[in-house]
């Protein structure tokens, strides 16, 4: 958890770096990035779970012929 003091000093420490002026548009480009992350990732699990529903209702492949796998000697 991160707590307050320690997110006022990564701000402090990110206002020196990148200036004022910048600020505001590294603020939007992280918030574009972690929304565009947040859709991806709920696109990837909504696959998976029709293709695990889909893998439910098929009906089974047929299986191949049984081969008698002992020798007689």
Do not use: C, H, R, Y
Not at 27 to 38: D, N, P, R
Not at 42 to 61: L, S
């Amino acid at each position: 958890m991160v707590s307050v003091q320690s997110l006022g000093i990564v701000l402090l420490i990110a206002l020196v770096v990148f200036g004022p002026s910048k600020l505001p548009e590294i603020g939007k480009a992280l918030g574009k990035s972690i929304k565009e992350f947040k859709s991806n990732a709920a696109e990837d699990e909504t696959p998976a779970q029709q293709q695990q529903m889909t893998n439910v209702t098929e009906q089974p492949k047929e299986l191949p012929p049984k081969t008698d796998t002992t020798t007689k000697q």
